[in-house]
């Protein structure tokens, strides 16, 4: 009897075996990569709401004429003809204009602000965020006030 060309069943067993633990493997590492990226992608997220809240409020601050708190804990800025108002609650800062109405979630927590002496004009803002790892993270920004400004809001009381 001739033998014909084949594989026996061990050297097919063999086959099987490898090939199943090294998909086994790359499966458990794919799960891995997904599951990193995933938390990055919350995280650049995060910071992206950050950066544009930082950006909004810098904006705004530069444009505008006089910056308040009112009794709700809300920071009212008046830009020309235009009143915007940043509130804080536990899960967003909602930004609301005129024009516009941005809400970002971002983990807020203590808003403080320093005020211009003898009056309402805030001067300092600070506002200590919570971050996705808990860790705390500050911003802060400075509003100068011109003489004329100053005047203007003692007149307006």
């Keep these: ?61 530069d444009r505008c004429v006089y910056v308040l708190l009112d009794a709700d804990k809300e920071i009212a800025l008046t830009i020309e003809n235009e009143e915007i108002i940043y509130s804080l609650t536990d899960r967003y800062f909602v930004r609301k204009g005129n024009k516009s109405f941005d809400t970002l979630n971002i983990n807020s927590g203590n808003l403080s602000v320093n005020y211009y002496p003898n009056t309402d004009l805030i001067t300092g803002i600070k506002i200590e965020f919570d971050d996705i790892n808990n860790t705390k993270r500050l911003y802060y920004s400075i509003k100068k006030y011109s003489e004329k400004d100053i005047f203007m809001d003692y007149m307006r009381r």
Aim: aromatic share 14%.
């Design 1 to 61: 009897m001739k033998k014909l060309p084949g594989f026996t069943i061990l050297e097919t067993l063999l086959t099987v075996l490898l090939t199943s633990i090294i998909l086994s493997l790359s499966f458990l590492y794919f799960n891995s990569f997904q599951k990193y990226l995933h938390l990055n992608s919350k995280n650049l997220e995060y910071e992206t709401s950050i950066l544009r809240f930082e950006s909004l409020l810098n904006y705004d601050l």
